[in-house]
């Protein structure tokens, strides 16, 4: 059949299976040419991608293919991401109305089924809209962020940066999903300003009956607590700087100090110290610590 307009359909079709068979997209380690290589950000396999995937593939697909022009060998590495939390959350939501159970229910080996039955769908979806955009990935190599290998490098990594002193294990204030019981990162939360509660709580000064007003809109978040400050000038605590106070329900001892960022005006002029925590527009953030 003639066509007097453009077929794209005509004359794509098989193009791409042909480009991979033929291995056109493949780098060749033995290669004496100069090594170019760029990693794809893996797409979660939480779904389908979308414009914004298909935008930043185009750019890294220009870039390789005028890279192998100029004479690189080139290597476009292919992957997915597990999203592990945002996996369990769609994998969760499709058992319970696929079969009626929780996870608990399910059990741990039967849910890593569902999750690798899951897995394979929207990879093999995720590859099929690659393969309609003409990307040039070297699927030969193409890797997942389960992968064996992967989890080996993920931890070698940790660990090498932990002995170097890069990264360190300790105590924080964390975002916490009380519906999956695991800990959330701050791009996984929506954040939103509410009307709450002034809550005052009375810290205990250390061997009197005397205490510190601690006012506060989050009163959870006192057992992350490792001093209270107010400020030097304020003449209502001078006498009590460099003592102890007990903190509520914990029992334990911490120090009050000075600070600048406690108002003399705002609240008691008593502030909560703790470490960092997750950003908010009423915290205040000095030397790893925030003040509440």
Same mark, same amino acid.
């Given at each position: 059949?003639?066509?007097?307009?453009?077929?794209?359909?005509?004359?794509?079709?098989?193009?791409?299976?042909?480009?991979?068979?033929?291995?056109?997209?493949?780098?060749?380690?033995?290669?004496?040419?100069?090594?170019?290589?760029?990693?794809?950000?893996?797409?979660?396999?939480?779904?389908?991608?979308?414009?914004?995937?298909?935008?930043?593939?185009?750019?890294?697909?220009?870039?390789?293919?005028?890279?192998?022009?100029?004479?690189?060998?080139?290597?476009?590495?292919?992957?997915? /991401?597990? !999203? %592990?939390?945002?996996?369990?959350?769609?994998?969760?939501?499709?058992?319970? &109305? *696929?079969?009626?159970?929780?996870? #608990?229910?399910?059990?741990?080996?039967?849910?890593?089924?569902?999750?690798?039955?899951?897995?394979?769908?929207?990879?093999?979806?995720?590859?099929?809209?690659?393969?309609?955009?003409?990307?040039?990935?070297?699927?030969?190599?193409?890797?997942?962020?389960?992968?064996?290998?992967?989890?080996?490098?993920?931890?070698?990594?940790?660990?090498?940066?932990?002995?170097?002193?890069?990264?360190?294990?300790?105590?924080?204030?964390?975002?916490? /999903?009380? !519906? %999956?019981?695991?800990?959330?990162?701050?791009?996984?939360?929506?954040?939103? &300003? *509410?009307?709450?509660?002034?809550? #005052?709580?009375?810290?205990?000064?250390?061997?009197?009956?005397?205490?510190?007003?601690?006012?506060?809109?989050?009163?959870?978040?006192?057992?992350?607590?490792?001093?209270?400050?107010?400020?030097?000038?304020?003449?209502?605590?001078?006498?009590?700087?460099?003592?102890?106070?007990?903190?509520?329900?914990?029992?334990?001892?911490?120090?009050?100090?000075?600070?600048?960022?406690?108002?003399?005006?705002?609240?008691?002029?008593?502030?909560?110290?703790?470490?960092?925590?997750?950003?908010?527009?009423?915290?205040?953030?000095?030397?790893?610590?925030?003040?509440?």
């Amino acid at each position: 059949m003639l066509y007097t307009k453009y077929n794209h359909e005509e004359v794509e079709q098989d193009k791409y299976e042909m480009w991979n068979k033929k291995g056109y997209f493949r780098c060749d380690p033995n290669s004496n040419k100069k090594p170019y290589c760029i990693v794809l950000p893996p797409p979660n396999v939480t779904g389908k991608l979308h414009l914004g995937h298909a935008w930043d593939v185009a750019l890294q697909d220009i870039i390789i293919r005028y890279k192998r022009m100029e004479g690189y060998d080139c290597l476009w590495l292919p992957g997915m /991401d597990h !999203a %592990a939390i945002a996996t369990e959350a769609k994998v969760v939501k499709r058992v319970k &109305e *696929e079969q009626n159970l929780n996870k #608990h229910e399910l059990g741990r080996e039967k849910f890593l089924e569902e999750c690798w039955r899951w897995t394979n769908e929207h990879s093999d979806i995720i590859r099929k809209q690659w393969a309609k955009l003409g990307i040039s990935l070297d699927y030969s190599k193409e890797r997942f962020t389960l992968d064996e290998q992967i989890a080996k490098a993920v931890k070698k990594v940790f660990v090498d940066y932990y002995n170097k002193g890069l990264i360190y294990r300790g105590e924080k204030i964390i975002n916490w /999903d009380p !519906a %999956a019981e695991t800990a959330l990162s701050n791009e996984e939360v929506i954040y939103s &300003e *509410e009307k709450s509660a002034f809550y #005052h709580l009375k810290y205990m000064i250390e061997g009197t009956n005397e205490y510190l007003d601690v006012a506060t809109t989050r009163p959870e978040t006192l057992f992350g607590d490792t001093a209270v400050a107010v400020n030097e000038k304020d003449e209502r605590y001078q006498k009590y700087i460099g003592k102890n106070v007990v903190l509520p329900i914990m029992n334990k001892l911490i120090p009050i100090i000075t600070d600048e960022h406690a108002d003399m005006e705002k609240g008691t002029g008593v502030v909560n110290v703790k470490p960092m925590w997750p950003q908010s527009k009423n915290i205040v953030t000095r030397n790893n610590l925030a003040f509440c």
